[in-house]
């Protein structure tokens, strides 16, 4: 398997992580489960270009932007989310990347424990986070929430 790089986000990115983040498969998997228009995500895209608490990253396998990991602070919790783009789906890359991002966030700082949240019938996501030991500790309507500790 090639190699998996992280960068993190700078302005150049701003139409790719808005065509992700319409994709239908994404849509269906995420908490909001809406389509985003351009100006919302503008908006979005600068204050989490410029901050300090999150950090997004560019997953990239060779020249190619795959996907991306996000590590969102909300209140005093962190929130951890991804996405493979679809051509890249099923191939491994989702738990290298994922398992590469938590290795730096380790080394790089001490962090609150991480959580993420995760739809019932995204089965991929689950299996991902069970073999990356987060634990589930909840289990509401359609949602698991697991737990990473640092």
Not at 70 to 82: F, Q, V
Not at 89 to 104: M, N, T
């Amino acid at each position: 398997m090639e190699k998996v790089i992280l960068r993190k986000i700078n302005k150049k990115d701003i139409n790719l992580l808005f065509k992700w983040a319409n994709l239908k498969t994404v849509i269906k998997n995420s908490l909001n489960r809406k389509k985003i228009k351009f100006q919302e995500h503008e908006i979005w895209f600068n204050r989490q270009l410029n901050s300090k608490k999150n950090i997004i990253k560019i997953i990239y396998v060779q020249e190619t932007p795959i996907g991306t990991i996000r590590l969102n602070k909300k209140l005093s919790k962190y929130y951890l989310s991804y996405m493979i783009s679809p051509k890249y789906r099923r191939k491994g890359y989702a738990l290298i990347s994922l398992r590469l991002f938590l290795k730096k966030i380790k080394n790089a700082q001490k962090r609150e424990n991480i959580l993420a949240i995760v739809k019932k019938n995204n089965i991929p996501s689950i299996k991902i986070f069970n073999k990356l030991n987060f634990s589930l500790v909840s289990s509401k309507s359609n949602v698991f929430k697991f737990l990473y500790k640092l």
